[in-house]
């Protein structure tokens, strides 16, 4: 039985704990001749009809829960009851007392018959919506089954096609050598970059889909120190900055507290960060990594850009899937992509118990980044989904540039 399954209320557990029908019928006869024969004990041997009147509630709230509106016949019952022993016991006490009373018995009758039939109507509708969200979370888990084996698959037959074309060209472009013409250079030179283009696709396409499966991922946690990974990231993005004439660099907080996590997913997580300003940021521009604490209990990376910045609408859009911003012109041109490399970045922070953030603004530049837990003190596992951070110093508006 699946977690699910034990959590989930069985409304045939409520149905059993309530006698059947024909039980229900016999026990409330059962009462009714009890209390019949109560009421001819107060009232004609001891001449206490008020004392009966309040027992006599009883098998009509009784009546009312498991009978409805059937109820008031039990109140009939013994109204009538009062009377006639009212009656026959010439009491001396006035008719009209026992009216009351009687009268009394009906309204909480009605009044409990109505009540009950009401719960029995939530309660066959509450059954009704349980079945309804059983099967929809069938069918989800279905879905996220085949869309996780559709994306295996899409991966695996669009890899080695890829891969054979890049080799192919390569070898194409060493048999001709010197043989091609300017504009053919300038052809394959296109065609490579395609190419790689179409290699970071699957490269992100194949990331998306392990983050599909979240269950083995936190079996892979480990400590790790966050100014270590950036330094390594940072130094295997310096040419690419280069190329584009960009400084980056870091700026590191030396007693960074360590922190738990999957290794080669932060390092997805910061690379990702890291690319980005780099094809945000105009040419000449200038990037900082840093790490900072924040408060005794979160860790966090930021990198900053000075590149064409965000607007405030744009930013609620950023984390979504195969979400592309229009205005993203650097340098004249469009920055290519498909969307997905900060929706993984908020995956991965998500699973990681942590939390993403962006504090940007047109032509200021941009500040992405995002909070980690410090390394739990206890046995428990290293990283804990289930407990969001809770940012105990908000970024500064302040990093971004004038």
Known sequence: MTDEEKRTVNPGIIQESIPSPGNRFVIICVLVIAFVLLSAYFQLDRHQAIGYSHFAYVPIIFAGF?????????????GVDVIVFSLVSNSGAPVWADLVR????????FVIGELSNEL???HRALQEREERLRKTNASLRKFAKLRRAFLHIAIHDMKSPVSATVMLLHSLQTLLGDALTEQQEHIIGRMHARLEEATYFLGDFQLFAQLEDPSEIGKQAVELNLNSMISEVVQGNTDLAQERDQILDTDLDTDLPLTGGVERLLREVISNLITNAIKYTPEGGHITVRSLTKGSSIVSVE??????????????????????????????????GIGLGLSIVK???????????VISAPGRGSIFGFDLRVLPTDDGPLIRPGRKVTPEQEPQEGYIPE
């Open 66 to 78: 498991w009978w409805g509106r059937k109820a008031v016949i039990v109140a009939l019952i013994l």
């Open 102 to 109: 009687a009268l009394a018995f009906l309204i909480v009758a």
């Open 120 to 122: 029995i109507k939530t």
């Open 303 to 336: 990198v900053e850009d000075n590149g064409i910045g965000i607007s405030p609408e744009n930013q609620k859009m950023l984390f979504r899937e195969f979400v592309r911003i229009k205005d993203n012109d650097v340098d004249g041109q469009k920055v290519g």
């Open 347 to 357: 995956r991965i922070i998500d699973m990681h118990g942590g939390r993403v953030y």
